[in-house]
């Protein structure tokens, strides 16, 4: 059965650092990893999709990159701001089921302006 | 852009009421999910739809709930009688085109069972 784990559960930095998230999956059988932004009480907004076969994908200041092989995906913040405060979820699609995303608990992150 | 939309974004409800959750997905998309996430838990998958049928179902989604597509553009999350248990947040999602792809969600509806 498929496993997310997020590390650290919640991280505080001052404002202008670079900062990387981490995602750790069991099962190294899967179709993608997505990356997506929780505001508190909101919806989830999505980040970053990186496909099996990607070894990273970039999007503004965010890079994530995959090692599916090790069961592992980063997400790189550059140049933190204030506003980047949120909490960061990633999220597996698994080759057992293509229909469903398993979720890990996600980084709670605080930028300090 | 685009959005998926979901009303209401908060429902307070007796214990052993029925609640219907309706979203609204972006229009040219095919394939539609609920999930749900518990105060302080993670977000976790309930039902997948594709071509007004349940594709795939958790050990979560049981007689208890319902998905209906009525009209070709609302989905519906029903539950017949509510439980304690079923306070959380009820997010909508969709996916353009292929299952693999980027899921969209909405904001949520918070359902509080009291």
């Known amino acids: 059965k498929q496993e997310v784990t997020q590390i650290p559960a919640a991280l505080s930095v001052p404002e202008g650092e670079n900062l990387v998230l981490n995602c750790s999956f069991t099962?190294?059988?899967?179709?993608?990893l997505q990356w997506f932004r929780q505001d508190p009480g909101k919806g989830l907004t999505s980040l970053l999709l990186i496909q099996s076969s990607q070894r990273e994908q970039t999007s503004g200041r965010l890079n994530a990159s995959l090692d599916k092989s090790s069961g592992r995906s980063t997400l790189y913040i550059a140049a933190s701001q204030p506003g980047d405060s949120a909490t960061y979820l990633c999220a597996v699609r698994g080759m057992d089921s293509s229909y469903k995303l398993i979720f890990g608990s996600g980084t709670r992150l605080l930028v300090r302006p | 852009e685009p959005e998926v939309t979901q009303t209401p974004s908060h429902q307070v409800t007796q214990m052993g009421q029925e609640v219907i959750l309706r979203c609204v997905p972006i229009?040219?998309?095919?394939?539609f999910y609920w999930y749900r996430q518990i105060l302080g838990q993670k977000v976790e998958f309930l039902v997948s739809?594709?071509?007004?049928?349940?594709?795939?179902k958790s050990e979560i989604f049981d007689d208890q709930f319902s998905v209906e597509r009525p009209d070709g553009s609302n989905f519906t999350l029903k539950i017949r009688s509510t439980k304690l248990e079923d306070s959380a947040m009820y997010f909508c999602?969709?996916?353009?085109?292929?299952?693999?792809?980027?899921?969209?969600f909405g904001e949520g509806s918070r359902l509080t069972v009291l």
């Open positions: 999602a969709s996916i353009p085109g292929g299952r693999y792809g980027e899921l969209f």
């Open positions: 739809f594709y071509n007004n049928e349940i594709s795939e």
């Open positions: 099962d190294s059988a899967i179709y993608n």
């Open positions: 229009s040219n998309h095919l394939y």
